[in-house]
């Protein structure tokens, strides 16, 4: 693994923005770094269709917790550890943290590690959801298209109730209730203030 610019962490709840985070920072910095993304349910995701089962929130919410109780509870911190190791990327982004006793001391031993925290209200994250489900050829596994108490019983899930706790952890906070300049504002915010990269 080369020397690593940055690796950031991303907590949030679901819709919150996290993936479009991932994009404005490479929108930002890829024409002088290279970037490498990562899911912490991209095993998850893997063991999912390996079993050929369909790729639902449902799935994954049952799959974490087996996981954890077969191969202990950071197997799948330490899978995304070894993506990092494996990567020559300049800067690196770790979608969906989850685990507080188990991502979060992972993504702190990685090299020049942030943790940010990604949020909207609950309302606004639900119109996002029926968006997405509208959307063509999008490989959902979020949920979207369900009621509103549906996506709120959702929240409940033992893959989701952590996220505030691990949220009080965060070394920088982005608010993702307006609009994309607002949003694309405080990424560059981050960049400047955490990265201590000059536009």
């Not at 049952?62 to 300049?90: H, I, M, T, W």
């Not at 691990?166 to 906070?173: E, G, R, V």
């Amino acid at each position: 693994m080369k020397t690593l610019i940055a690796t950031i962490g991303l907590v949030g709840e679901k819709c919150g923005g996290k993936e479009t985070i991932c994009k404005f920072l490479e929108e930002e910095l890829g024409n002088k770094y290279s970037f490498a993304h990562h899911r912490f349910s991209d095993t998850l995701v893997e063991v999912v269709k390996a079993c050929r089962l369909p790729v639902t929130r449902e799935n994954l919410q049952k799959c974490s917790p087996a996981l954890r109780g077969a191969y202990g509870f950071d197997v799948l911190a330490n899978s995304v550890k070894a993506r990092v190791f494996e990567s020559q990327a300049d800067i690196i982004t770790l979608d969906g943290i989850r685990w507080k006793d188990a991502d979060v001391p992972v993504l702190r031993t990685l090299p020049n590690n942030f943790l940010v925290y990604v949020t909207a209200p609950v309302e606004v994250r639900y119109e996002r959801a029926k968006l997405r489900s509208t959307q063509s050829g999008r490989t959902s596994y979020s949920g979207e298209g369900d009621s509103f108490e549906k996506f709120l019983q959702e929240e409940k899930a033992i893959t989701e109730v952590e996220i505030p706790d691990i949220a009080k952890l965060a070394d920088f906070k982005i608010d993702n209730y307006g609009t994309f300049e607002d949003l694309r504002s405080q990424v560059r915010q981050f960049i400047v203030e955490k990265l201590k990269i000059k536009p």
